[in-house]
């Protein structure tokens, strides 16, 4: 059984431009969160999906940032306009239910030049 | 979710047990003790969780106390793969949402 698949790995973007990173569950979950790891910080919690619904975003900066987790495919975090403050580690998890465990995904690194 | 209090290093002898204490004084009955590790930049990494019972798996055993205030995570024959971050959560049952809230975490050093 696959773990939680992310891609890119590493993404490079200059200043206002769009980064798109992608998440692909574990067979058979549904819920879906993403985490995110400022250069020497903690993980911290960004959004909650699980299919096709936004169960908790309270972590989501308010503007350029967007997550969706449609019925097909894999969920995708979205920053528009991207800043130098926005390179970090992005981290994907899922879990088979909302009260278990959740598995992470290897991350993907947003530099932003 | 409840707070957790870890120290903010240790280290180990390889082949030897390392205990990581953590202390959540404040949870509540409905919450669980969850442990994730977190090696170098790669994705945290799931441990064990538990109720109030002690749990084992083929990573580590989790040792909880009477009162639940506290718990510790035993790692018994630790490697130089095991140095890591180690974070101590606690989490709801059936939380909706879902979030983990990760702390400091306390970081692990393996020495041979």
């Known amino acids: 059984n696959a773990g939680v698949m992310q891609n890119p790995r590493h993404l490079v973007r200059r200043r206002g431009q769009e980064a798109r990173l992608r998440c692909s569950p574990m067979?058979?979950?549904?819920?879906v969160y993403w985490y995110r790891q400022l250069p020497e910080e903690g993980l911290k919690f960004m959004v909650y999906?699980?299919?096709?619904?936004?169960?908790?975003e309270s972590g989501m900066p308010k503007e350029r940032f967007s997550a969706e987790f449609p019925k097909e495919g894999p969920s995708i975090l979205r920053i528009q306009q991207v800043v130098r403050g926005d390179s970090a580690a992005y981290f994907c998890?899922?879990?088979?239910?909302?009260?278990?465990?959740?598995?992470f995904g290897p991350g993907t690194r947003l530099t932003v030049l | 979710d409840a707070k957790t209090t870890q120290p903010t290093s240790m280290d180990c002898a390889e082949g030897r047990a390392a205990n990581l204490p953590c202390n959540h004084s404040?949870?509540?009955?409905?919450?669980?003790v969850y442990w994730y590790r977190q090696i170098h930049s790669q994705g945290p990494q799931y441990i064990i969780h538990?109720?109030?019972n002690n749990e084992t798996n083929e990573m580590a055993s989790l040792i909880i106390t009477e009162d639940r205030k506290s718990s510790t995570l035993i790692l018994p024959h630790a490697t130089l793969r095991d140095t890591a971050v180690y974070y101590c959560i606690v989490r709801a049952i059936y939380n909706q949402g879902g979030k983990l809230i990760f702390g400091q975490g306390t970081e692990l050093s393996v020495k041979p």
């Open positions: 067979k058979g979950h549904s819920h």
């Open positions: 999906l699980q299919k096709e619904n936004i169960i908790d």
């Open positions: 998890a899922s879990s088979l239910e909302n009260y278990n465990e959740q598995f």
């Open positions: 404040t949870i509540s009955g409905n919450e669980y």
């Open positions: 538990g109720l109030k």
